[in-house]
Structure formats: C-alpha cells, structure tokens
C-alpha cells in the first residue's frame, strides 16, 4: 500500500482556486489509479474524481465538470486536484485515495487513504 498525505487546502472566497496535493511514499505510485473523494458536515463521502495511473484517463462526477482538473505527476508521486470557480458547497474535508484495480467512482475499490485536507469556501 502506499501512504497518502494531502496539503494546499484553506479558505477561499466564491469564484476562487486552490489547488490540492496528494504526496504518495513508495515507488509503485505509478501503478495506481488515484481519486479525490470529499465529505461535507452531516453528509457521506462523495466521489470527486479519479484518474488513471498514466494519466491518460479521467472521470469526474457532474458537479465539478468543468471547474475541476485532476492531473498526476508520477515522477513527483504526486496527484493535484486544480478547483476553479469554487462555490460554496465544494466546502468539505478533501481526501486522496489510492486503487490498484482502477479509476473508479465507487470508495470501495480505493484502498489507501490520505488523512484529508479542509476546504472551505465563503460566499
């Protein structure tokens, strides 16, 4: 497995950006298919977006289509999530996730988890 640590959440304003870090340790980064889920107070954990482990392949769930680019760096060990025009209720606990069976949407194929990143965006 591999350990997951996100960074580069914060506080934005309406129509802002932040872009989100998900470091991975180990040197198999590169075989596995990464995803960004978030979880909202009082809500379960959603999908937000998953790529494949080259990079080639991208999914995203319709909320976030078009305001949200999931890219990934396997040199660096590194996923990114880039959020554009955020809203109010992108506001929630950003997590990483790694799967060694593929981009999926479902958690449940996702083994590995980071510990999650705040997000919080104000109107």
């Known amino acids: 497995q591999v350990q997951l640590v996100e960074s580069g959440g914060g506080l934005v304003q309406a129509g802002g950006s932040l872009r989100l870090s998900c470091a991975a340790s180990g040197r198999t980064f590169s075989t596995y298919a990464m995803g960004w889920f978030r979880q909202a107070p009082g809500k379960e954990r959603e999908f937000v977006a998953t790529i494949g482990s080259k990079g080639s392949y991208t999914y995203y769930t319709d909320s976030v289509k078009g305001r949200f680019t999931i890219s990934r760096d396997n040199a660096k060990n590194t996923v990114y999530l880039q959020m554009n025009s955020l809203k109010p209720e992108d506001t929630a606990i950003y997590y990483c996730?790694?799967?060694?069976?593929?981009?999926?949407?479902?958690?449940?194929?996702?083994?590995?988890w980071g510990q999650g990143t705040q997000v919080t965006v104000s109107s």
């Open positions: 996730a790694a799967s060694n069976i593929g981009p999926f949407y479902s958690a449940n194929y996702y083994r590995s």
